[in-house]
């Protein structure tokens, strides 16, 4: 398996534009967790599904901020419009049984820094 | 942070040393885990230790887990250039599958 697979790695965009992440999660994975990193706040969880329904997403910023999964390969992280502030790093992960089935924990993906001028 | 803080922020050690940090949480825990970050790279698990377990080790790396204390700590022995990274631990509440990560401790091992 290649892993989590995020895209794009980097993303540069103007304010108010629309950004899209997507996510491929490990196939089996029944758990998907967003997840932002900032120098200032760390790694916060934005949003997570199980078997492709969300489940918490108590960790979303704002409206501005949607995220999806239509099926279990694929999830998408919305933003609309993007603000600076948005500017980070953000993560996919997927695991299965949340991440303690096992104690493989969670696998990661190398991350979408995502720039807004 | 969302639950944790992990001490020292930043750590510097020589080659061949044992390098130590601490993770301290808010909240009864189901599990927690270590994790390290590459620069520029996305997070590997390292360990994970249950709430009824109080330490555990995986080759070079040794957990404990002081729940009375909500505290952990992940000792790495015999450093390498190559454990320079930032290390973080995660908590799993007792109110779902969650992982909350802690602000991490960034290890440089100087050859």
């Known amino acids: 398996d290649a892993g989590v697979i995020q895209s794009p790695r980097h993303e540069v965009t103007e304010m108010g534009q629309e950004v899209t992440l997507r996510c491929k999660p490990i196939?089996?994975?029944?758990?998907l967790f967003w997840y932002r990193q900032t120098m200032m706040r760390g790694l916060e969880l934005l949003i997570y599904?199980?078997?492709?329904?969300?489940?918490?997403d108590s960790g979303m910023p704002e409206d501005r901020f949607s995220a999806k999964m239509p099926n279990a390969s694929f999830s998408t992280l919305k933003i609309q419009p993007s603000e600076p502030r948005d500017s980070a790093v953000y993560f996919c992960?997927?695991?299965?049984?949340?991440?303690?089935?096992?104690?493989?924990?969670?696998?990661f993906g190398s991350g979408t820094r995502l720039t807004v001028v | 942070s969302q639950q944790g803080e992990e001490d020292p922020q930043a750590l510097s050690i020589q080659e061949g040393e044992n390098a130590t940090m601490n993770c301290s949480y808010k909240?009864?825990?189901?599990?927690l885990q270590w994790y390290r970050q590459n620069s520029g790279r996305g997070l590997v698990h390292l360990i994970l230790?249950?709430?009824?377990?109080r330490e555990k080790h995986s080759g070079r790396l040794r957990v404990t887990l002081d729940t009375s204390k909500k505290s952990s700590s992940l000792l790495i022995t015999a450093s390498r250039a190559a454990d320079t990274a930032s290390y973080f631990c995660?908590?799993?509440?007792?109110?779902?599958?969650?992982?909350?990560f802690g602000t991490g401790t960034s290890l440089t091992v100087i050859p």
């Open positions: 909240t009864s825990i189901n599990n």
């Open positions: 599904f199980n078997n492709n329904v969300p489940i918490d």
């Open positions: 196939s089996g994975h029944d758990y």
């Open positions: 995660a908590t799993e509440r007792n109110t779902g599958n969650q992982f909350y």
């Open positions: 992960a997927s695991s299965y049984a949340g991440g303690t089935g096992g104690g493989w924990g969670y696998t």
């Open positions: 230790i249950r709430s009824n377990e």
